[in-house]
């Protein structure tokens, strides 16, 4: 009942060494840096102030992103992201934002002093939170490959300024000062990426469009804010902008694509993947392009559950691996995309290539050894890389999972004591985790070590986050303490869990058989009852009727129980068992021609000993002797479990009858199979108590048999 993790959810990790659909905490250092930065930029003569802040801004911006950067990839957690240290730089950008300290421009020279202050705990959890992002990184990977062509195109221009001949200057002027718009265009866009309101984010896009209007990404990126804002018609109005701008690279079809996305024209997004893919010049470039088209299929399988998105995905990446066969981005996309496609062993090689090609990555030897870990799978292979991956590090969120599922390989091989060290290996990880408390709880109690596996219950309690976790924690320590024959304490805890989740059914019905147990009929009436107020499918609907009409029986309100049982026939009229249990409350009411009525029915349906054993006691309580002792007959010929039943009431007709040898001969035989089917009361103790057998009560035989 526990929500762990299922296989899957592990495996979108994997996609992710790239993506991932999941979200996770990451607890990191709790300290504020600031860095700050001058940079002193020599204008030219074709330099104004304007051009020379740009440019100075932009230089100081990123040598202050290169001193965060440096700082990041020695900590631990950033670590075990396994990011270069481009990588987060690139993704910083979109996290924090620059502040001008001073700045002063005397005509030649522009000085500028900047910082950046950052809350490491936020910006480690930021660095996370972006790199399982897909679409946002590739978003800020194309402003880092912009600003850095700006810069270069502006270097370039500056060059051909100072060389150019008077005809050429104005134009040359015209394109250097267009370049400068475009660098600070960019600018803008970062500080609206990195902006935490979302309305300044759309202030920062909108000076950036004023300053180029033909930006596409300025456009794309206010369109997915209006949309966040509910802003839904200036957003189509602005991916509109972004189709009408013609592309000039991967990352612009790539925009167009989206754009189509959002405005639901799935048509027109393929087409601007296939144009990229047209346009893309350069086997690496194409990839990328293949890739990109891969990453949209992916989106549609998860939107639209269709495998056919999934198969088209691993076309494309296939395509990229062929044109770019040593990126390892590539054969972990293509690997998921088989994981959906069910082909685990072509999943399998694919990593096993990804790590052939970087041997380093523990979070790939992870996605591996969860492959492993499925159908027969192979424990010692899955342990093997569990054990690489944690040598090499993981994120903070998969080291506690790499411990567990370690745990259970060692548990399916018989290493007790290396499982058990690494369920607490994974609790020392995650102390708060009440999942991982249920898990060693169950191993515990898998044990006999009954004291430790009731610890770890009440610390899965303690610890579940949700209501519905907790309640699922309570259920489980009640199944528990049902085993250990705590019933009193168990039903209190599947109070509990009902009090926390009053809509799951299951509870209630665990609960009715505890309370089934302690002979607490009114209570597990009360039980069944919820059940058919909360359940919807017509399978439990009818079981539950039935139940409920079992129950009533038993307090003898036969009348309720036949309610019950005719809802239960409506539901499924074939159902023989229900037109029995109906009978046998009419025969509790002395109805015994209606109950015949339905014993007919049912033997009709399905001729089981049940129905001939209840009527022939209908018969005989009718005084129609001949065809109840047929029909008992029938019940004995059978052999079955309903033969003492059978057995006992011909005891009784032959006692009615004067045949005391007779009917002591059945009466013993009915004593015989009772006893092997033990139920309560028990025949013998009936047959005390039966004035049918009053006739027979001082043969010496009978009273062997009956004993004191």
Same mark, same amino acid.
């Given at each position: 009942m526990f929500r762990f993790k299922s296989l899957f959810y592990f495996l979108s990790v994997c996609m992710g060494i790239i993506f991932i659909l999941s979200t996770s905490s990451v607890s990191a250092f709790a300290e504020t840096k600031t860095f700050i930065k001058e940079y002193t930029y020599q204008a030219s003569e074709d330099d104004s102030r304007n051009s020379s802040r740009v440019i100075a801004l932009r230089e100081v911006k990123r040598l202050l992103l290169e001193e965060l950067g440096t700082y990041l990839e020695s900590e631990t957690e950033v670590k075990n992201f396994q990011l270069t240290k481009d990588q987060i730089t690139t993704l910083t950008a979109g996290i924090v934002q620059t502040e001008i300290i001073d700045e002063k421009w005397d005509g030649r020279m522009y000085w500028l002093k900047s910082k950046i202050t950052a809350d490491s705990d936020k910006v480690v959890q930021s660095i996370n939170d972006l790199r399982k992002d897909r679409q946002k990184t590739q978003e800020l990977e194309s402003m880092k490959r912009k600003s850095d062509e700006q810069l270069k195109e502006i270097e370039r221009l500056r060059k051909d300024l100072a060389s150019a001949k008077d005809g050429n200057r104005e134009a040359n002027k015209a394109a250097y000062d267009k370049s400068i718009k475009e660098l600070s265009a960019t600018d803008w866009i970062e500080k609206g990426y990195a902006a935490s309101d979302k309305n300044e984010s759309v202030k920062a896009y909108s000076r950036a469009i004023e300053l180029d209007p033909n930006n596409a990404e300025a456009y794309y990126l206010r369109a997915v804010t209006y949309l966040s804002l509910g802003e839904k018609t200036l957003a189509i109005q602005?991916?509109?902008?972004?189709? /009408?701008?013609?592309?000039?690279? $991967?990352?612009?079809?790539?925009?167009?694509?989206?754009?189509?996305?959002?405005?639901?024209?799935?048509?027109? /997004?393929?087409?601007?993947?296939?144009?990229?893919?047209? =346009?893309?010049? +350069?086997m690496k470039t194409k990839a990328r392009a293949y890739s990109l088209r891969g990453s949209y299929y992916v989106d549609q399988y998860f939107q639209k559950n269709d495998i056919r998105y999934s198969d088209l995905a691993m076309k494309d990446y296939s395509k990229a691996i062929d044109l770019d066969p040593r990126n390892v981005d590539w054969y972990l996309h293509r690997a998921n995309t088989y994981n959906m496609l069910n082909k685990n062993d072509l999943a399998v090689k694919d990593y096993s290539k990804a790590i052939e090609l970087n041997p380093n990555m523990g979070n790939t030897y992870f996605c591996r050894a969860l492959f492993y870990t499925?159908?027969?799978?192979?424990?010692?292979?899955? $342990?093997?890389?569990?054990?690489?991956? @944690?040598?090499? +590090?993981?994120?903070?969120?998969?080291?506690?999972? /790499?411990?567990?599922?370690?745990?259970?390989?060692?548990?399916?091989?018989?290493?007790?004591e290396l499982a058990l060290q690494d369920y607490s290996k994974a609790i020392k990880v995650e102390p708060d985790s009440g999942s991982l408390y249920s898990l060693r709880s169950m191993f515990y109690a898998?044990?006999?070590?009954?004291? @430790?596996?009731?610890?770890?219950?009440?610390?899965?309690?303690?610890?579940? /986050?949700?209501?519905?976790?907790?309640a699922a924690a309570y259920y489980s320590r009640a199944q528990f303490l049902d085993k250990t024959g705590k019933i009193d304490a168990a039903i209190q805890d599947f109070g509990k869990a009902i009090e926390l989740d009053p809509g799951n059914k299951y509870y209630y019905f665990f609960r009715a058989e505890l309370n089934d147990k302690l002979g607490k009929h009114d209570l597990v009436i009360q039980d069944y009852g919820k059940i058919i107020e909360l359940t919807s499918e017509k399978k439990e609907k009818i079981e539950a009727y039935a139940?409920?009409?079992?129950?009533?029986?038993? $307090?003898?309100?036969?009348? @309720?129980?036949?309610?019950?049982?005719?809802?239960?026939?409506?539901?499924?009229?074939?159902? =023989?068992?229900?037109?029995?249990?109906?009978?046998?409350?009419?025969?509790g009411q002395g109805k015994h021609e209606l109950a015949i009525s339905d014993f007919n029915l049912a033997i009709k349906k399905a001729p089981y000993p049940g129905a001939f054993s209840a009527r022939g006691i209908s018969y005989l309580a009718l005084d129609k002797r001949e065809l109840a002792v047929k029909d008992l007959n029938t019940v004995i010929a059978g052999s079955s479990d309903w033969a003492a039943d059978a057995y006992y009431h011909r005891a009784i007709i032959r006692a009615l009858e004067g045949n005391s040898q007779k009917a002591i001969?059945?009466?013993?035989?009915? $004593?015989?199979?009772?006893?092997?089917? =033990?139920?309560?009361?028990? @025949?013998?103790?009936?047959?005390?108590?039966? =004035?049918?057998?009053?006739?027979?009560?001082? !043969? !010496?035989?009978?009273?062997?048999?009956?004993?004191?």
């Amino acid at each position: 009942m526990f929500r762990f993790k299922s296989l899957f959810y592990f495996l979108s990790v994997c996609m992710g060494i790239i993506f991932i659909l999941s979200t996770s905490s990451v607890s990191a250092f709790a300290e504020t840096k600031t860095f700050i930065k001058e940079y002193t930029y020599q204008a030219s003569e074709d330099d104004s102030r304007n051009s020379s802040r740009v440019i100075a801004l932009r230089e100081v911006k990123r040598l202050l992103l290169e001193e965060l950067g440096t700082y990041l990839e020695s900590e631990t957690e950033v670590k075990n992201f396994q990011l270069t240290k481009d990588q987060i730089t690139t993704l910083t950008a979109g996290i924090v934002q620059t502040e001008i300290i001073d700045e002063k421009w005397d005509g030649r020279m522009y000085w500028l002093k900047s910082k950046i202050t950052a809350d490491s705990d936020k910006v480690v959890q930021s660095i996370n939170d972006l790199r399982k992002d897909r679409q946002k990184t590739q978003e800020l990977e194309s402003m880092k490959r912009k600003s850095d062509e700006q810069l270069k195109e502006i270097e370039r221009l500056r060059k051909d300024l100072a060389s150019a001949k008077d005809g050429n200057r104005e134009a040359n002027k015209a394109a250097y000062d267009k370049s400068i718009k475009e660098l600070s265009a960019t600018d803008w866009i970062e500080k609206g990426y990195a902006a935490s309101d979302k309305n300044e984010s759309v202030k920062a896009y909108s000076r950036a469009i004023e300053l180029d209007p033909n930006n596409a990404e300025a456009y794309y990126l206010r369109a997915v804010t209006y949309l966040s804002l509910g802003e839904k018609t200036l957003a189509i109005q602005d991916y509109r902008q972004v189709i /009408a701008i013609e592309p000039k690279s $991967i990352d612009a079809y790539n925009m167009r694509a989206r754009s189509y996305q959002a405005m639901g024209n799935p048509d027109f /997004a393929i087409r601007e993947y296939e144009k990229a893919i047209e =346009s893309a010049s +350069g086997m690496k470039t194409k990839a990328r392009a293949y890739s990109l088209r891969g990453s949209y299929y992916v989106d549609q399988y998860f939107q639209k559950n269709d495998i056919r998105y999934s198969d088209l995905a691993m076309k494309d990446y296939s395509k990229a691996i062929d044109l770019d066969p040593r990126n390892v981005d590539w054969y972990l996309h293509r690997a998921n995309t088989y994981n959906m496609l069910n082909k685990n062993d072509l999943a399998v090689k694919d990593y096993s290539k990804a790590i052939e090609l970087n041997p380093n990555m523990g979070n790939t030897y992870f996605c591996r050894a969860l492959f492993y870990t499925t159908g027969e799978g192979n424990p010692a292979l899955a $342990i093997r890389d569990f054990t690489k991956a @944690l040598e090499l +590090g993981l994120e903070k969120v998969w080291v506690s999972t /790499a411990y567990y599922q370690r745990a259970g390989l060692y548990k399916k091989i018989g290493k007790t004591e290396l499982a058990l060290q690494d369920y607490s290996k994974a609790i020392k990880v995650e102390p708060d985790s009440g999942s991982l408390y249920s898990l060693r709880s169950m191993f515990y109690a898998e044990l006999g070590k009954n004291d @430790l596996a009731l610890q770890d219950y009440s610390k899965a309690i303690e610890f579940a /986050a949700a209501q519905s976790e907790k309640a699922a924690a309570y259920y489980s320590r009640a199944q528990f303490l049902d085993k250990t024959g705590k019933i009193d304490a168990a039903i209190q805890d599947f109070g509990k869990a009902i009090e926390l989740d009053p809509g799951n059914k299951y509870y209630y019905f665990f609960r009715a058989e505890l309370n089934d147990k302690l002979g607490k009929h009114d209570l597990v009436i009360q039980d069944y009852g919820k059940i058919i107020e909360l359940t919807s499918e017509k399978k439990e609907k009818i079981e539950a009727y039935a139940q409920r009409g079992k129950y009533y029986a038993k $307090i003898g309100r036969y009348d @309720l129980a036949c309610q019950d049982f005719t809802k239960a026939i409506e539901l499924s009229p074939e159902k =023989s068992e229900a037109y029995v249990d109906r009978g046998e409350s009419y025969a509790g009411q002395g109805k015994h021609e209606l109950a015949i009525s339905d014993f007919n029915l049912a033997i009709k349906k399905a001729p089981y000993p049940g129905a001939f054993s209840a009527r022939g006691i209908s018969y005989l309580a009718l005084d129609k002797r001949e065809l109840a002792v047929k029909d008992l007959n029938t019940v004995i010929a059978g052999s079955s479990d309903w033969a003492a039943d059978a057995y006992y009431h011909r005891a009784i007709i032959r006692a009615l009858e004067g045949n005391s040898q007779k009917a002591i001969a059945d009466l013993k035989k009915a $004593i015989q199979v009772d006893n092997k089917i =033990s139920t309560k009361p028990t @025949l013998k103790e009936k047959a005390k108590t039966e =004035s049918r057998f009053d006739s027979i009560r001082k !043969h !010496h035989d009978f009273i062997k048999l009956m004993g004191k």
